[in-house]
């Protein structure tokens, strides 16, 4: 007869160890200390063999049946349960044995390899230490979405709430990756989507009344500070590139003759080349700049080495010291006083204005039919720019 909860309480320990069944080769041994082990006798490839589900009644009977149901079906698969469960196991322990920690460097080597640039690597690592702090020595498949949220939650609870934004995508990444490798079943992130205070999107100050531009454009000028400072100033209002592009921009970019700055992929956000046509002012801050820094690499070079570019607060604190303050311009801003005038002026087709800022379109069936450069017109572009900046400084006097 079948086994019940009630005869399973019943059974007595004796001197040797004896077995009671169950149906379909499920069965306890009752050993003489009184232990009940489940155990399931089956046939696989002609050979009897035992499979064991552990102890009544931590494994209820309910469970034990559960578990040889699950082993037939592996058996009508042609498959031996034995050995699945055996490898299973194995499975187990490499997961438990890949923490958080080990697949945040496979991440991070993933970036390398991809060519991410320098400071996309670092902020991408700079996010994982801190929940490499919370949960990095934990087996990556035994965090759980509770953990994940508790990091973030104490990010947020500094009020940085785009870094708790980025962080979970960070985290999230490099779950997914242990996914794709068999080291995790889900992203404990995915269901966090909604969990987080969604920040407020904030754009980087920036002039755009022309009076005021002229005003800080004669304040460039005149600035007392390096000239060196004050060049990469008056090169970032002509050519509005990123202020990375241009403190890490080096001589062997530019081509004064041809009036060509080539941007190489591995410094541009899009990992694409770059070509910014120079008007005359930039080809003459050029020059002058090369007097002063053309005997090293970098155009712009850090004011305590020549081997290092331009540190990215020197822009901005020479900003503050000429009394415009974070909430009015930053060295980020000129992009968008360029992007702004120049769209209002409504003389310039909008995708050369992109084009000059390096923007890619995020509509990819749109990009796959503008690929041109707007060359020619962004040449004019330039030196129509460079005119506008150069009337704006002369009506501040």
Same mark, same amino acid.
């Given at each position: 007869m079948p086994l019940t909860d009630a005869k399973l309480r019943t059974l007595k320990p004796k001197d040797k160890p004896y077995k009671v069944g169950d149906f379909q080769g499920l069965y306890v041994t009752v050993t003489p200390t009184g232990s009940c082990l489940w155990h399931l006798k089956y046939r696989f490839?002609? +050979?009897?063999?035992r499979l064991s589900f552990g102890m009544y009644p931590e494994v209820s009977l309910a469970d034990a049946r559960r578990q040889r149901d699950a082993a037939r079906a592996v058996l009508a698969r042609g498959e031996d349960p034995g050995e699945v469960k055996k490898e299973a196991k194995r499975a187990s322990a490499v997961r438990d044995a890949e923490t958080f920690k080990k697949q945040a460097e496979v991440y991070k080597a993933k970036l390398l390899a991809e060519n991410k640039a320098p400071a996309t690597r670092d902020k991408a690592a700079w996010l994982l230490d801190m929940a490499l702090a919370e949960f990095g020595d934990l087996p990556i498949s035994q965090i759980t979405a509770p953990m994940v949220l508790q990091c973030l939650r104490k990010v947020e609870a500094k009020g940085?709430?785009?870094t708790a934004k980025r962080l979970r995508s960070k985290i999230g990444a490099v779950f997914r990756l242990a996914i794709a490798s068999g080291l995790a079943e889900t992203d404990p992130t995915y @269901?966090?989507?909604?969990?987080? &205070? +969604?920040?407020?999107?904030?754009h980087?100050?920036? &002039?755009?009344?022309?009076?005021?531009?002229g005003e800080l454009l004669r304040a460039i000028d005149e600035f007392h500070g390096q000239a060196i400072t004050r060049i990469g100033l008056q090169l970032l209002a002509l050519l509005a590139p990123r202020p990375g592009e241009l403190r890490q921009a080096k001589w062997e970019e530019f081509d004064l003759e041809a009036a060509i700055w080539t941007v190489p992929a591995e410094r541009m956000k899009m990992r694409r080349p770059h070509r910014v046509? /120079? @008007?005359?002012?930039?080809? =003459?801050? /050029? +020059?002058d700049l090369?007097?002063?820094t053309g005997s090293g690499a970098f155009v712009l070079?850090? /004011?305590v080495s020549t081997q290092r570019p331009m540190s990215e607060n020197t822009l901005n604190t020479a900003l503050r010291r000429m009394g415009f303050g974070a909430d009015?311009?930053?060295?980020?801003?000129? +992009?968008? =006083?360029?992007? =702004? &005038?120049?769209n209002e002026s409504g003389l310039w087709n909008p995708d050369a204005i992109e084009r000059a800022l390096a923007h890619v379109d995020k509509n990819a069936v749109r990009r796959a039919y503008t690929r041109g450069e707007h060359w020619d017109e962004r040449v004019r572009l330039a030196e129509w720019w460079a005119g506008f900046l150069q009337e704006a400084r002369a009506k501040s006097g």
């Amino acid at each position: 007869m079948p086994l019940t909860d009630a005869k399973l309480r019943t059974l007595k320990p004796k001197d040797k160890p004896y077995k009671v069944g169950d149906f379909q080769g499920l069965y306890v041994t009752v050993t003489p200390t009184g232990s009940c082990l489940w155990h399931l006798k089956y046939r696989f490839e002609g +050979r009897e063999k035992r499979l064991s589900f552990g102890m009544y009644p931590e494994v209820s009977l309910a469970d034990a049946r559960r578990q040889r149901d699950a082993a037939r079906a592996v058996l009508a698969r042609g498959e031996d349960p034995g050995e699945v469960k055996k490898e299973a196991k194995r499975a187990s322990a490499v997961r438990d044995a890949e923490t958080f920690k080990k697949q945040a460097e496979v991440y991070k080597a993933k970036l390398l390899a991809e060519n991410k640039a320098p400071a996309t690597r670092d902020k991408a690592a700079w996010l994982l230490d801190m929940a490499l702090a919370e949960f990095g020595d934990l087996p990556i498949s035994q965090i759980t979405a509770p953990m994940v949220l508790q990091c973030l939650r104490k990010v947020e609870a500094k009020g940085n709430y785009e870094t708790a934004k980025r962080l979970r995508s960070k985290i999230g990444a490099v779950f997914r990756l242990a996914i794709a490798s068999g080291l995790a079943e889900t992203d404990p992130t995915y @269901p966090l989507r909604d969990a987080l &205070i +969604r920040p407020q999107a904030k754009h980087r100050a920036a &002039i755009t009344d022309p009076k005021r531009l002229g005003e800080l454009l004669r304040a460039i000028d005149e600035f007392h500070g390096q000239a060196i400072t004050r060049i990469g100033l008056q090169l970032l209002a002509l050519l509005a590139p990123r202020p990375g592009e241009l403190r890490q921009a080096k001589w062997e970019e530019f081509d004064l003759e041809a009036a060509i700055w080539t941007v190489p992929a591995e410094r541009m956000k899009m990992r694409r080349p770059h070509r910014v046509p /120079l @008007p005359g002012q930039a080809v =003459t801050l /050029l +020059r002058d700049l090369s007097s002063l820094t053309g005997s090293g690499a970098f155009v712009l070079p850090s /004011l305590v080495s020549t081997q290092r570019p331009m540190s990215e607060n020197t822009l901005n604190t020479a900003l503050r010291r000429m009394g415009f303050g974070a909430d009015e311009m930053t060295s980020h801003g000129f +992009r968008a =006083t360029f992007s =702004t &005038i120049a769209n209002e002026s409504g003389l310039w087709n909008p995708d050369a204005i992109e084009r000059a800022l390096a923007h890619v379109d995020k509509n990819a069936v749109r990009r796959a039919y503008t690929r041109g450069e707007h060359w020619d017109e962004r040449v004019r572009l330039a030196e129509w720019w460079a005119g506008f900046l150069q009337e704006a400084r002369a009506k501040s006097g």
